[in-house]
Each structure stands twice: as structure tokens, then as C-alpha cells.
T-cell receptor, first 116, second 113 residues
Framework: DAGVIQSPRHEVTEMGQEVTLRCKPI?????LFWYRQTMMRGLELLIY????????DSGMPEDRFSAKMPNASFSTLKIQPSEPRDSAVYFC??????????????FGSGTRLTVV | AQSVTQLGSHVSVSEGALVLLRCNYS??????LFWYVQYPNQGLQLLLK??????LVKGINGFEAEFKKSETSFHLTKPSAHMSDAAEYFC???????????FGKGTRLHILP
């Protein structure tokens, strides 16, 4: 398996523009997580899905952020409009079944977002 | 709510010296505990995990961690540091099999030649 695949690896955009980050989880994994990593706040859980259904979105910072999982092999995280304070590395992770905490998560390589 | 505290955002050790990265957890029930490692420009990788079996857990690359309930700690150690160990290390906690994993703020390990 190729692991969790995120695209793009780097994104530079202007303030006010819409940004879409993409994630392909490991085939067969039924949990998908979106994290944001910054120097100031560390690694924050934004939202997670189980069987394509959002379970907990309490970490989504504000209405400008939205996430979807239209099928088991694809998820998007969208920011509209983007702001400089959204600059961070965004990670996607996936895991299998109720035993997810027992086996840990598999992380993608991240998308480094810079909003200028 | 559960949480983890990592003491020291940066730790420096000489090559060949003992590595000790500290993690304390807060949980009302026996937790699941993890250490993850993040190399530059990469995602996080699972280093080792504690899931209520043996209290001394061995992971990859010679790392190990000991669960001490009396001290609510799960410190990560390696007897002899190698230059390739330079990375950021995250302690994490989960309350049960259905719960999400909460990460600490991370400790960046620097290896001095």
C-alpha cells in the first residue's frame, strides 16, 4: 500500500482565496483524521470521520473551514476565504476499526500551506 | 478530559549519550499511551504504544518507554543516541478503543556530535 496520500505537498495562496487540501486514506481504513500543526499550538485535531460520516468537528476553528468525505477513498479540507493565520502544515491520518487507538494512526506527509 | 504534558520543547544530547524525553498524562481511567516520531518534512510515525500489557514497552530504533501509574508518566528513553535520532517526538493518549488520540506539543531532540 502507498500509505496515506496528501496533495498538494506545498500550497502558497493569497489571502482571501479558496484552498482545498486532499487526502486519500489507506484502503480499508474506516477512520480519517485531519490535523493542523503550528509552532504555537502544536498538533491540533480538526475533525475526524468514521465510515465517511463526520463524528467530531469540534476542532474546526471557524466556519471558514469545512471538510468532506464523499467516499471511503477521498477526503477534502477546504478553507474559504483563507487568511495568513491559516498558514500551517495540515496532516491527514487514517486507521482501521474500533481498535484504532491500539494500533495508532498512519499519517500522510502533510500539506504545507502558506497564505500571503 | 485526557491530556499529555511533554516537559521541554527542546532537548539536546551528545551522540552516544542517554536520551530521556519526558511525558506525563492526565486521565481518570487507565489510558492508552503512544510515542510518535516526526522526521523533517515527514508525517508522524508510531514509535511504540502502551495498551495495558507490559509496563515496559519496546519500540523501533532502540527506543523504549515505561508506564508508571504512580507517577502518571510514560517517559521515552534510548541508551545511546545516534545522529539519525534527531527529530520531533510526540507523546499521545487515548482513553479507550473508541476514543480519539490526543497529542502533546512535542519535543524536538537535537543530537550533538
Amino acid at each position: 500500500d502507498a500509505g496515506v496520500i496528501q496533495s498538494p505537498r506545498h500550497e502558497v495562496t493569497e489571502m482571501g482565496q479558496e484552498v482545498t487540501l486532499r487526502c486519500k486514506p489507506i484502503s480499508g481504513h474506516d477512520y480519517l483524521f485531519w490535523y493542523r500543526q503550528t509552532m504555537m499550538r502544536g498538533l491540533e485535531l480538526l475533525i475526524y470521520f468514521n465510515n465517511n460520516v463526520p463524528i467530531d468537528d469540534s476542532g474546526m476553528p471557524e466556519d471558514r473551514f469545512s471538510a468532506k468525505m464523499p467516499n471511503a477513498s477521498f477526503s477534502t479540507l477546504k478553507i474559504q476565504p483563507s487568511e495568513p493565520r491559516d498558514s500551517a502544515v495540515y496532516f491527514c491520518a487514517s486507521s482501521f476499526g474500533r481498535d484504532a487507538p491500539l494500533y495508532g494512526y498512519t499519517f500522510g506527509s502533510g500539506t504545507r500551506l502558506t497564505v500571503v | 478530559a485526557q491530556s499529555v504534558t511533554q516537559l521541554g520543547s527542546h532537548v539536546s544530547v551528545s551522540e552516544g549519550a542517554l536520551v530521556l524525553l519526558r511525558c506525563n498524562y492526565s486521565s481518570s481511567v487507565p489510558p492508552y499511551l503512544f510515542w510518535y516520531v516526526q522526521y523533517p518534512n515527514q508525517g508522524l510515525q508510531l514509535l511504540l504504544k502502551y495498551t495495558s500489557a507490559a509496563t515496559l514497552v519496546k519500540g523501533i530504533n532502540g527506543f523504549e518507554a515505561e508506564f508508571k501509574k504512580s507517577e502518571t508518566s510514560f517517559h521515552l528513553t534510548k541508551p545511546s543516541a545516534h545522529m539519525s535520532d534527531a527529530a520531533e517526538y510526540f507523546c499521545a493518549v487515548s482513553l479507550n478503543r473508541d476514543d480519539k488520540i490526543i497529542f502533546g506539543k512535542g519535543t524536538r531532540l537535537h543530537i550533538l556530535p
